[in-house]
């Protein structure tokens, strides 16, 4: 009998929850966290994005302290800034570093920490950067931007790679633990799709845009012949350009998401999770405060950003060709060219290695050499693929330090999707990766 009463019990509680009562929620807070995931000045764009992101949430009145940023830092004063100090986000456009946090910065930019700040562990930050963190409760939203190199699954960062897996972890466990009403995540990256594809569920209050498919590169824009850099990405900057035209206490996340998703004609703009999120207006994620649009017009015909798109992989080589179109250095165009070069011998070194490896794992099973090499599978069988993973990165390419490594990652998707073992790759990585660890492989 008492079993049976608890069982009423639980249905009239379910009851309780099933209607809208959900919607009802008090006012809460907003919390931003911001990353750039990359380093160098080959890639300014990825950090003049996110300053670019902290200067809209600041105009907006969202408090320093409600937003947290992660960034390597060295573009501002890098030797190759003529500007020392000045960061853009689009020619002869304003300087985005001004009044920028500088929370997490250097070596402290980590998916670890990332991973701490997002989920409000104050005590495993002691000591590091700023020590802020999200310290959001139930009714609170969270404004996430993520901006870098990805590949399949992955989310890189200076030193290391976020998991599609230890992300989604994470945000589940903060739903569990009641730490937000909603969160919406912005993801500017290759291959960004994978990052929430078959991961994120749809009833959990979080919805995100991904730059791309989950198998498609993100795109950078923007070449600035004087900087001899891309400054933005055009993801990024279509979602962005749009906000500081707008007023976002009219816009909706939807109609951002079609404005964007048509205007970024270089890759597939996607959303992901709980889609009923758009409804609300981008203020509710990029503050409410009122702000004069200080936006351009929406450019037509003729748009820079979409006529300078060149996939992110493709940036060193355009930085490279467009030094040697302007230098009038007989010598230094000498030098350029032989870095082309040595660049692209580098690409093939990388990609041969992966046929290797594959070669090797399928024991030179040609059919299926083909197919593993050219197919593009969803991953599935992700305990496979993050153990090929880290037996790649520690064992051929430490990806973070080879971006183009991330290029050549889908071969290993596949395998797995193929019921080839991770012990299986491990082995072929011990055969075939004989070299001295390498970096640089742009
Ligand atoms: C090619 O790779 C080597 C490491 O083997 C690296 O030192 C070099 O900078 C790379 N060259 C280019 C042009 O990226």
Redesign the pocket.
Known sequence: MGRVLELLKVSALLLAVGGDVAWARPKGELWAVLVAGSSSWMNYRHQADVCHAYQILHQHGVPDDHIIVMMEDDIAYNPENPDPGVIINRPDGPNVYEGVPRDYVGSSVTPENFLRVLSGDAEGLRGVGSGKVVRSGPNDRIFVNLVDHGGPGIFAFPRSLLKATDLADAVLAMHRDRKFGEMVLYVEACESGSMFSNLLPDDIGVYAVSASSPNQPSYACYMDEHLNTFLGDVFSIKWMEDTDREDIRRESLKKQFQIVRKEVTSSTVMQWGEIRLDRQHLSQFLGGKKVASGGRRRQRGNDFCLNTATPSYDVPVAVLESRIRSSSNPQKTETLKQ?LE??RQ?RTFVSAVMASLVVHVTDSDLDMVDKVMHNSHGITRWSCYSAALDAFDKGCFRLAENPYALRVLQPIVNLCEHGYTAEQFARAVQAVCTHDP?????
């Open positions: 870095q040595g660049l580098n390498v970096r640089g492989m742009e």
